[in-house]
Every structure is written in C-alpha cells, then in structure tokens.
C-alpha cells in the first residue's frame, strides 16, 4: 500500500541545507507494522511527517516519492492532501501529542471536530461514533465530559490513539507514542497498538528510540542513522542476524535481566547533518572503519531475501 522511493527531505536553514531525510526507500504491505528505530536527531519524525505530506517551514521535500496506493502523496497540493490523505488515508500520533490536547476543550469537543468538519456529522452522530472509539481504546462515556487536566497520562494517550483511528485511516504513524509513560502503562499502550492491528487490520509505523519496544509489535524494522537508512529487514532478520555495526550496537544497549554483560553504548553523538561526513555517515564511530568508509558511500545490498544493508564491510564481502 506505501512505496517510498529515493525520499529526501531537507531543511533549508541560514546555516545550511540540513539532510534530515536523505534518499531513504522501503515499502509496507497493508496490515504490516514497521518500526523505525534511530537515535535523536536521526530524521524519524522528519520522515513522519513527509508521510503525511506535513513538513513544518523551513522544511521541504526535496525529492523521492511517496506512492500511497499507487498515488504520489511528494506531490500533491496542499488541498489534495487535506481532501485525500490526511487523517483518511493516513493519520499520525504526533510526538508528544498527549501533551498537546487543548486544555479549555473536554474530551468530545476536541475529537467530535473532525467528524463535525469532515464528515457533515452532527454532534449526536458523532457522540455515538467517539463512545465507539473511546471504548475501543479502554476508556468509558464518563470521559467525554472530561478536560485534559483531569487524565493520567495513560488515559490522555489512549485519547490521542483514539483521535488517530476516527476517520478509519489505512496507515496510523506513531511518533515515540510510549515514551513519555511509566514501564506499566507503557505495557498497557502497547498492548492496545496490537489489540488495533489485530482488529482492523490497519497498517502502522512505529517510531522510536526503543529497539526493545518495536520488537514487541514491528514485522519489520528500518534503522535510521544521520538521515539514511542502514538496514532494513524483518524483525527476525535484525533482532537474530543485525549486519550494520550501528544496529548491533543499538541492540547491544538493551539492558539484559541478570546478565553479567556490561551495557555498552555506541560512543560519540550523530553528526551534524547540514555537513555529515563524506562516506558512510557512521564511520567516525563505527568500530571496524576502514579507507574506504571515509570515501565512498555504502550501497545497499540485500543480504538475504528482504533483508538490506548499507555497509562497506558487506558490499566488500
Ligand atoms: N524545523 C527545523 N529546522 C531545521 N532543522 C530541523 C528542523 N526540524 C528538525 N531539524 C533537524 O533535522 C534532523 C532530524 O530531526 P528529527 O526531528 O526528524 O529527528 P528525530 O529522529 O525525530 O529525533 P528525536 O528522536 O529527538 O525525536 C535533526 O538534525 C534536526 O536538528
Ligand atoms: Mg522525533
């Protein structure tokens, strides 16, 4: 259902040209989850919101497509995409959303909106549809009254997921939509993102820094770095067999239950991405450098059936 192909999307700031999303490619089938998983500052949200055809100013896409059911959502008008895309086809739990519900508003002014503007719903129409949804996500009719002030954080989230499903989009993108919460009520959460795939079949990006947390729901996994994608697969693929020397050192920084091992983290920070370094953007922290990281970028090649990998160490196998 979603091919992006060559994305890029940059920002164009006084400073420079920053890459955040740089020639990036994958697909998703309808009900399947991918996890996009990187460090701060890598382009997750940035690739999020060029799904969505949103990309906050100085920000734009700047080349690649984006084939939404075989339709190119990179380059739609702003109207197109407010007609056909947004939040029908395709809706997104921002990153720190639940923090940003209106506060003079209760819970059914801010979600009877859309279907108020929409849809040519009338209130009563759409009470009956929001007590559906608030059901669906754990949550009973005594919250329609409420403000936000008066929810827990695990309530105000399940609010946000519920304001994603309204008008029954095929693709959900959630931004980090756990990591604000407790362990307890993260558990909760996740445990209703694998309740709604199961029952609408619904496909979903999972973005986080969490690797632990996509492997819980992800059938996929595309790990970011500095803009790029550096390896993609199933999650079998690179939770059993991770190729990229970036990707085993994210996994290596799970913390193990009574393990001895000492957890290690990859030293050094991201680059700046207006000038990231020439070659493979990893390669002033990668442990196994060589002349030729430093020179020339890696291509990516498919290790094993759906399984990629931009890295030196593999191209020169
Ligand atoms: N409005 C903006 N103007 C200029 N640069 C931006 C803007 N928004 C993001 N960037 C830059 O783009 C890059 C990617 O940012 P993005 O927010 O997509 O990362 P992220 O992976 O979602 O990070 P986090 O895990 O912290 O949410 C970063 O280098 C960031 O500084
Ligand atoms: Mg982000």
Known sequence: ????????????????????????????????????????????????????????????????????????????????????????????????????????????????????????????????????????????????RRYPHELSGGQKQRIVIAMALLLNPELVIADEPTTALDVVVQAQIMNLFKKIKKEYNISMIFITHDLSIIAEIADKVAVMYAGKVVELGTSEQIFLNPQHPYTQGLLKSIPKLRSKEKISWIPGTPPNLVTPPPGCRFHPRCPYVMDVCKRDEPPMVEVEPGHFVACHLISRR
């Open 1 to 144: 259902m979603l091919e992006v192909k060559g994305l890029r999307t940059y920002y164009f700031t006084l400073k420079g040209v920053v890459k955040a999303v740089d020639n990036v490619t994958f697909s998703l089938g309808k009900g399947e989850v991918l996890g996009v998983a990187g460090e701060s500052g890598s382009g997750k949200s940035t690739l999020a919101w060029s799904l969505m055809g949103y990309v906050p100013p100085p920000g734009r896409i700047a080349g690649g497509q984006i084939l939404l059911d075989g339709e190119d959502v990179a380059k739609m008008s702003e109207d197109e995409l407010r007609r056909k895309v947004r939040w029908k086809k395709v809706s997104m739990i921002f990153q720190g959303a639940m923090n940003a519900l209106t506060p003079v508003f209760t819970i059914e002014d801010q979600m009877a909106e859309p279907f108020i503007i929409h849809m040519n719903m009338t209130k009563r129409e759409a009470r009956e549809r929001i007590v559906e949804l608030l059901k669906e996500v754990g949550l009973d009719e005594s919250f329609l």
